[in-house]
């Protein structure tokens, strides 16, 4: 069974930077698919970023960019989320998604694994 353990949530000041990372394991080529996704509450589900297997390519929600850089580590079959000028209103669960395929996407229902979610707080 694929799974994907996260970690690196945790508390931040605003401005401050944090790097969230995900581990793949199980029966998954290394080529996947993986993108980033983050749920605050009363908030839907928004798009974070996404990668192409080869990590050639990137996309980032709009209220992202510039700020976090997603990459990934094949070797280690890890992908990671470095997040840097946090803001408070990135306060939200983060999960971490791959898919079977290598392509980038925005929707999160094309995706097929998914990470426990991982806590980021940033206080102003």
């Known amino acids: 069974q694929v799974q994907l353990a996260e970690s690196g949530g945790g508390l931040v000041q605003a401005g401050d930077s944090l790097r969230l990372s995900c581990a793949a394991s199980?029966?998954?080529?290394?080529?996947?698919?993986a993108g980033w996704f983050r749920h605050a509450p009363g908030k839907n589900r928004e798009f974070v970023a996404s990668?192409?297997?080869?990590?050639?390519?990137?996309i980032y929600g709009n209220s992202v960019k510039g700020r976090f850089i997603i990459s990934r580590d094949n070797a280690k079959k890890t992908v990671q989320l470095q997040m840097n000028s946090l803001k408070p209103e990135d306060t939200a669960a983060y999960y971490c998604?791959?898919?079977?395929?290598?392509?980038?996407?925005?929707?999160?229902?094309?995706?097929?694994?998914w990470g426990q979610g991982s806590q980021v707080t940033v206080s102003s």
């Open positions: 199980g029966p998954i080529s290394t080529n996947f698919g």
């Open positions: 990668i192409s297997g080869s990590g050639q390519n990137s």
């Open positions: 998604a791959v898919r079977v395929d290598s392509g980038t996407r925005r929707n999160a229902l094309e995706y097929d694994y």
